[in-house]
């Protein structure tokens, strides 16, 4: 009986010495990493300095351009009576910002990515 047990002990040892060594052997480095990456805190900061970012890059752009649509007289009364004497006006707007105001719209946005960072390793 006793052979039996130790026979089919060191069977089980045996096929299971190729899954030992195909385990994934885990440094301290690896797994501090992997908790961080995991960490929802770690997440939301990363998220937050990527939003940052993100609006740094939109402020020093121009505005975008925008679409103008009219109608003018539109159901009138007497001659100007339907849609026959109707004025329909389409146009394109651009805002001219003047006094440095992108430059200084970027560097807001580039402290707020700085706040970001400084409160990302605190």
């Known amino acids: 009986?006793?052979?039996?047990?130790?026979?089919?002990s060191t069977?089980?040892?045996?096929?299971?010495?190729?899954?030992?060594?195909?385990?994934?052997?885990?440094?301290k480095q690896a797994v501090?990493?992997?908790?961080?990456?995991?960490?929802?805190?770690?997440?939301?900061?990363?998220?937050q300095i990527e939003a940052a970012a993100g609006e740094r890059s939109q402020a020093s752009l121009l505005p975008n351009p925008k679409t103008v649509f009219e109608i003018e007289n539109l159901g009138g009364s007497g001659e100007r009576k339907g849609f026959e004497r109707t004025e329909i006006t389409l146009g394109l707007e651009q805002k001219i910002e003047l006094a440095g105001k992108r430059?200084?719209?970027?560097?807001?946005?580039?402290?707020g990515y700085k706040i970001n960072q400084e409160e990302a390793v605190a």
């Open 11 to 27: 069977f089980v040892l045996i096929l299971s010495s190729p899954m030992l060594c195909l385990a994934e052997t885990l440094d």
């Open 1 to 8: 009986m006793i052979k039996r047990v130790l026979f089919i």
């Open 103 to 111: 430059r200084l719209r970027t560097e807001v946005a580039d402290y």
């Open 32 to 47: 501090l990493k992997q908790a961080l990456q995991n960490n929802p805190s770690y997440k939301a900061a990363l998220s």
